[in-house]
């Protein structure tokens, strides 16, 4: 069963940082692309960063470039994602996904099979 954890969700003001992580499981790890998309109310869900299967490719939704920093360690099965300069507009629920094959380059739509239950990251303005 695949299972995907995210953790590291809270609050902090504008301007500061906050590291999420997502714990993945039941699942071949490098066989998946596997990506972080956001939901804040009311607005549709958000791709945030993606990586490849096999670690080489990276993608950065626009309005997170340069501030977002996504990692994966394969041997423990975890990505993460470092927020930097964060803004009251990031707030929102953020959620680990996966999908099957992607090897060199990953998706930000609907091609993702499993998900995490979310974390909520508040920004204070």
């Known amino acids: 069963e695949v299972q995907l954890v995210e953790s590291g969700g809270g609050l902090v003001q504008a301007g500061g940082s906050l590291r999420l992580s997502c714990a993945a499981s039941?699942?071949?790890?490098?066989?998946?692309?596997i990506a972080w998309f956001r939901q804040a109310p009311g607005k549709e869900r958000e791709g945030v960063s993606c990586?490849?299967?096999?670690?080489?490719?990276?993608f950065y939704g626009h309005s997170v470039q340069g501030r977002f920093t996504m990692s994966s360690d394969s041997p423990r099965k975890t990505v993460s994602l470092q927020m930097n300069n964060l803004k009251p507009e990031d707030t929102a629920v953020y959620y680990c996904t996966v999908a099957v094959g992607y090897y060199y380059n990953c998706p930000l739509g609907t091609e993702y099979d499993y998900w995490g239950q979310g974390t909520q990251v508040t920004v204070t303005s």
């Open positions: 039941g699942f071949t790890f490098n066989d998946y692309a």
């Open positions: 990586l490849s299967s096999s670690g080489t490719g990276a």
